[in-house]
């Protein structure tokens, strides 16, 4: 049976966000408990979502299929005044800033992409001389000794 959200409603369940929004209601809990969107809890601990939590999805599905890490999107929407939801005009500036990221992605897919027929068939993933293992012995310029065991620095939570 649909679930689908009235207009007028103030305030939704996390499986008529997730209906409308078009994701799963694991997704919303993740993003939740990745500080992303918020929810508060009726007396018998249920979720309720305020409205504006489909456009804050919407930003943030958006956001990944541009390839932003959530550590990204989570930076951009607490750039926003009192926690408030992105407007288009938030969003137009924000993926301005990410065009630079996303154009650098792209050459450096479209450049692994055009070594890849070396790796079909192969499966050495060796440091030495495969791109896909090392592109563009990135680990090389690094310095000697052994660098992909050494443990990411990231400060973006990719592990
Ligand atoms: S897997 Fe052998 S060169 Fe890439």
Redesign the pocket.
Known sequence: MSTHLPWHAKEATVGEVAERAGVATSALRYYEREGLIRSRRTSGNQRRYSRDTLRRVAFIRASQRLGMPLAAIREALALLPEGRTPTREDWAKVSECWREDLDQRIKLMTQLRDHLT??IG?????LD?????NPFDTLGEQGPGPRSLAGCDSTDGCC
Do not use: D, K, N
């Open positions: 070396e790796c192969c499966g050495c993933l060796s001389h495969c791109t896909l293992a």
